[in-house]
């Protein structure tokens, strides 16, 4: 950190005028283009790779994942689909404090356009894979509230052909079955019990499925890319020598920045093109509901133990020695009490409200909370131990205040209308 407020500290203001109007130019050095680079969009690295989906970078599962993520009917009223709470227009999220499917989740729905870029999924991290994290909502009662057989009888019903194509041939000894009955191993009692009476490979023919659909959704959601934000352009224009009064941010904007890479020191944790590590924090925001209070990755952890599609589990591509961060998850420690993953910053002017359970419906409120942090709500009964907490006062002026959401809203990046990605495919 002592090299980037070194950095920082460094640049020199200068004026440039152009078209008649007074605009703002910084005096850069080398160093300071280079540490900048590192936050442009220009210089993101591909997704991660993924060891236990081999159908991740598969064109053909990225374009029946496409079909998938907008299909409503792959829910018990036939009207909830991934789409419903990740829409495009509004930057893949839905706008809401918490999302609403079929009943009000217990969480809003975070953007799904850095995910490829993050070993853990959800708020609290309780998936370590995207195509895991894809069959969660399925059978969530409040989201799709559909069942494994459902999933299944809907794909041979509907997607036998690519399915078949692009990973394997369904058994017909399921047919009959998924048709039949409603049975998965998260459901209500009558499905608990029916799904216990499948055989054992039955049951794993249909998880199968199941598994597939998640990698198909993740193979679609690794081809969602964002244009270049303004940010992107300064930072560009600046490594290329071309900077000039169209591409230049204003002062309030670059004094934003500074703040945001200097003393505010938000760049510890919203770091690289994405401005998220990823990791996971206690930054003590307003708790929802103290009578229930959310333990975030703390709860997740015996989750991901329990989860049956992950690295480490039957239905995945990797071999046990690759699934690092599986192998080496941290189970235990105050840290994770509360915790809750980074958010990325980008189009975080556009994905009001903020934080798990949208606490903060403007950017002035989160920023207000972080120039003067409430410690964590702790209730020794329901904490397994006190939270950790990981920020300290900011105290900011008004200005600064306002030069830091300046700052922010220069990485919204502009919705492509020609990308059909991020469209509903046609057929």
Same mark, same amino acid.
């Given at each position: 950190?002592?090299?980037?407020?070194?950095?920082?500290? !460094?640049?020199?203001?200068?004026? =440039?005028?152009? %078209?008649?109007?007074?605009?703002?130019?910084?005096?850069?050095?080398?160093?300071?283009?280079?540490?900048?680079? /590192?936050?442009?969009? $220009?210089?993101?690295?591909?997704?991660?790779?993924?060891? #236990?989906?081999?159908?991740?970078?598969?064109?053909?599962?990225?374009?029946?994942?496409?079909? =998938?993520?907008?299909?409503?009917?792959?829910? +018990? &009223?036939?009207?909830?689909?991934?789409?419903?709470?990740?829409?495009?227009?509004?930057?893949?999220?839905?706008?809401? *404090?918490?999302?609403?499917?079929?009943?009000?989740?217990?969480? &809003?729905?975070? !953007?799904?356009?850095?995910?490829?870029?993050?070993?853990?999924?959800?708020?609290?991290?309780?998936?370590?894979?995207?195509? #895991? @994290?894809? =069959?969660?909502?399925?059978?969530?009662?409040?989201?799709?509230?559909?069942?494994? $057989?459902?999933?299944? /009888?809907?794909?041979? *019903?509907?997607?036998?052909?690519?399915?078949?194509?692009?990973?394997?041939?369904?058994?017909?000894?399921?047919?009959?079955?998924?048709?039949?009955?409603?049975?998965?191993?998260?459901?209500?009692?009558?499905?608990? +019990?029916?799904?216990?009476?499948?055989?054992?490979?039955?049951?794993?023919?249909?998880?199968?499925?199941?598994? &597939?659909?998640?990698?198909?959704?993740?193979?679609?959601?690794? @081809?969602?890319?964002?244009?270049?934000?303004?940010?992107?352009?300064?930072?560009?224009?600046? !490594?290329?020598?071309?900077?000039?009064?169209?591409?230049?941010?204003? /002062?309030?904007?670059?004094?934003?920045?500074?703040?945001?890479?200097?003393?505010?020191?938000?760049?510890?944790?919203?770091?690289?093109?994405?401005?998220?590590?990823?990791?996971?924090?206690?930054?003590?925001?307003?708790?929802?509901?103290?009578? @229930?209070?959310?333990?975030?990755?703390?709860?997740?952890? +015996?989750?991901?133990?329990?989860?049956?599609?992950? %690295?480490?589990?039957?239905? +995945?591509?990797?071999?046990?020695? &690759? %699934?690092?961060?599986?192998?080496?998850? *941290?189970? *235990?420690?105050?840290?994770?009490?509360?915790?809750?993953?980074?958010?990325? =910053?980008?189009?975080?002017?556009?994905?009001?409200?903020?934080?798990? $359970?949208?606490?903060?419906?403007?950017?002035?409120?989160?920023?207000?909370?972080?120039?003067?942090?409430?410690?964590?709500?702790?209730?020794?009964? @329901?904490?397994?131990?006190?939270?950790?907490?990981?920020?300290?006062?900011?105290?900011?002026?008004?200005?600064?205040?306002?030069?830091?959401?300046?700052?922010?809203?220069?990485?919204?990046?502009?919705?492509?209308?020609?990308?059909?990605?991020?469209?509903?495919?046609?057929?």
């Amino acid at each position: 950190m002592r090299k980037v407020l070194y950095i920082i500290g !460094s640049i020199a203001y200068a004026s =440039l005028i152009g %078209c008649g109007e007074q605009k703002v130019e910084h005096d850069y050095s080398n160093a300071d283009i280079q540490f900048l680079s /590192n936050l442009s969009l $220009t210089n993101l690295s591909a997704p991660l790779e993924s060891e #236990s989906n081999q159908y991740s970078d598969s064109l053909a599962a990225a374009k029946m994942g496409h079909r =998938l993520f907008f299909d409503s009917d792959l829910s +018990s &009223n036939g009207s909830v689909s991934c789409a419903t709470c990740h829409q495009p227009a509004k930057y893949f999220t839905d706008g809401l *404090k918490r999302s609403v499917a079929i009943g009000m989740v217990k969480r &809003n729905a975070p !953007s799904v356009l850095p995910s490829a870029w993050s070993h853990w999924q959800f708020w609290d991290g309780r998936k370590d894979s995207l195509w #895991s @994290q894809a =069959l969660g909502p399925f059978e969530d009662p409040s989201e799709h509230n559909f069942s494994r $057989t459902k999933v299944a /009888n809907h794909i041979i *019903k509907n997607y036998r052909e690519p399915y078949e194509e692009t990973f394997t041939v369904i058994p017909e000894s399921i047919y009959s079955i998924v048709q039949e009955i409603d049975a998965t191993p998260l459901g209500t009692t009558r499905q608990k +019990s029916l799904w216990r009476k499948l055989l054992p490979e039955q049951q794993k023919a249909i998880n199968q499925v199941f598994a &597939n659909v998640g990698k198909a959704l993740m193979a679609y959601q690794r @081809q969602l890319k964002m244009q270049p934000a303004k940010f992107d352009g300064f930072v560009d224009a600046l !490594s290329t020598n071309s900077l000039t009064s169209s591409n230049v941010l204003s /002062n309030s904007e670059q004094n934003g920045m500074r703040l945001f890479l200097g003393r505010a020191n938000c760049v510890s944790c919203h770091n690289g093109p994405l401005f998220s590590n990823f990791e996971f924090h206690n930054i003590g925001a307003p708790e929802s509901d103290k009578q @229930q209070v959310d333990l975030g990755r703390f709860s997740a952890i +015996s989750a991901l133990v329990n989860d049956e599609f992950t %690295c480490l589990s039957e239905y +995945s591509d990797a071999e046990p020695e &690759n %699934c690092m961060e599986m192998r080496f998850l *941290k189970k *235990k420690g105050p840290e994770l009490v509360g915790a809750f993953k980074t958010p990325s =910053l980008r189009n975080i002017g556009k994905t009001a409200p903020y934080m798990q $359970t949208g606490q903060f419906d403007t950017l002035e409120q989160v920023i207000s909370h972080y120039d003067m942090p409430t410690p964590p709500y702790y209730n020794r009964l @329901q904490h397994p131990s006190r939270p950790h907490f990981d920020i300290l006062p900011l105290k900011l002026s008004e200005q600064e205040k306002a030069d830091l959401i300046s700052f922010l809203q220069t990485l919204t990046s502009p919705i492509d209308s020609d990308d059909l990605w991020w469209q509903a495919p046609l057929e």
